[in-house]
């Protein structure tokens, strides 16, 4: 079993859709537990969970959602609060059994979140642009859903500006049928990624942008009068672009990581020595922007889900310094880009040229 997560495209009554579901959870689980430890209190009651649970349900729906302060619940998938008094039934259970401590009161500080489900069963999850939530609707999503799926619950997770639905799926591995053979990877800081079949992924230009304003704004809060309101309301914004950053860079990372598992049966990067290359300051900046450790790290997990094969090139080859057509090994700057080759003469772009030998590298026995 493994869960397939995707970012969901909102428009703002979506997102407050959402916002306000998280809510409701959040206010039915707080009532709910502070009902179970008044009962807890008076040890003259004495009541199972379950039965807790069947009463409390009742007092809901018959009486709580029907005064005017709560009338707001009827708008609301009843799937939600079903699933939060699920979450505080298992939540006394560990605590019952030693596992946990006794459950505490849900904040909004600690993150928005839900939990609905198809009270029919599993149900379909069709490929393609869109997801439809049971009880909540049908939604647009950053990465398309590449093949249907067959689930049941579906979490809604807010995490900086944007929702995430996620739900599990009943297989061991994805069945893909690969294009393509074989890619030699070439990561640079000039392309994120050169594949030796001639591709070329750069960074996202957006994030490009992301950046610039990022750089003004630092600076104008550096003028500002330390903790007025205005500083504030700069380090806001700071925090929101943060989070735009990070969200355009994931969102580049998995398409390509995917579009490379699904479309290669052998896939060869370089091992990165990534700590050596930090210390070397130009490069660190670009490396840690782009996320090396993270396009590894998706790689690695997402060749094992859609069994394609990944393979570390030892780190100490020379990619870009061998000439991918003879053999003949020279110096090759950074600010280099074009390999000529001084032996055969074959002239080529060099992230390329890398990505050729990356490829056809064979480990000596
Ligand atoms: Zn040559």
Redesign the pocket.
Known sequence: MFAIKRALKLNKSEATLMAKHAGFRRVVYNIALSFRKSLYDDSTIKISDSKFIGTFKKYLTNTLKKLPEFSWMQEMSSRVYQNALIDLQTAFKRYCSGLAKHPVFAKRSKGQSFTVDDSNGKMLVASGNVIKIPTLGTFKLHEPLEQSYISQTFNLTKEGNRWYVSFCVDAERLPVQHTQESVGIDLGIKSFTTLSNTQVFDAPKPLKQAKTKLLKLQRKASKQVKRSQNQRKTYDKIRNLHNRIACIRKDFLHKLTTFLAKTFKLIKIEDLNVKGMMSNHKLAGAIADLGFYEFRRQLEYKCLMYGSKLELVNQWFPSSKT??????KQDMPLSVRTYE??????VMDRDLNAAFNILNYQPSA
């Open positions: 000439c991918s057509n003879c053999g003949h080759c001084g032996n055969c003469g074959m």
